[in-house]
């Protein structure tokens, strides 16, 4: 079992920055795809990103490309989403999420992640 934890979340104004961080105990992030998924009030949990395994395929939703940027650190210990020039469009839990995956690809389906933090709420005020 992998347990996942999020932090940085908070409330930012629009345009602003935040960076997100997930960490699992006692884990080595760098053997697991990591995606990072969002849900608003009402909404479904939607996808915002993805790193490989390897770290050699990143991707994005469309809707974040070129503001939002994920990252590992070198230790392979954690694993960060920056979020610039936020949007209120962008309030929601974010949530991080693992893929035991032995190959070097990224998925963006929800069913694909075998383990899940429990989130961190960002909220972008106008």
């Known amino acids: 079992q992998v347990q996942l934890v999020e932090s940085g979340g908070g409330l930012v104004q629009t345009g602003g920055s935040l960076r997100l961080s997930c960490v699992a105990a006692?884990?080595?992030?760098?053997?697991?795809?990591m995606g990072w998924f969002r849900q608003a009030p009402g909404k479904e949990r939607e996808f915002v990103g993805a790193?490989?395994?390897?770290?050699?395929?990143?991707q994005y939703a469309d809707s974040v490309k070129g503001r939002f940027a994920i990252s590992r650190d070198s230790a392979g210990r954690t694993v960060y989403l920056q979020m610039n020039s936020l949007k209120p469009e962008d309030t929601a839990v974010y949530y991080c999420?693992?893929?035991?995956?032995?190959?070097?690809?990224?998925?963006?389906?929800?069913?694909?992640?075998?383990?899940w933090g429990q989130g961190t709420q960002v909220t972008v005020s106008s």
């Open positions: 006692g884990r080595i992030l760098s053997s697991y795809a």
């Open positions: 790193i490989s395994r390897g770290g050699g395929n990143i």
């Open positions: 999420a693992a893929d035991a995956r032995l190959d070097d690809r990224v998925e963006v389906t929800t069913a694909t992640y075998d383990f």
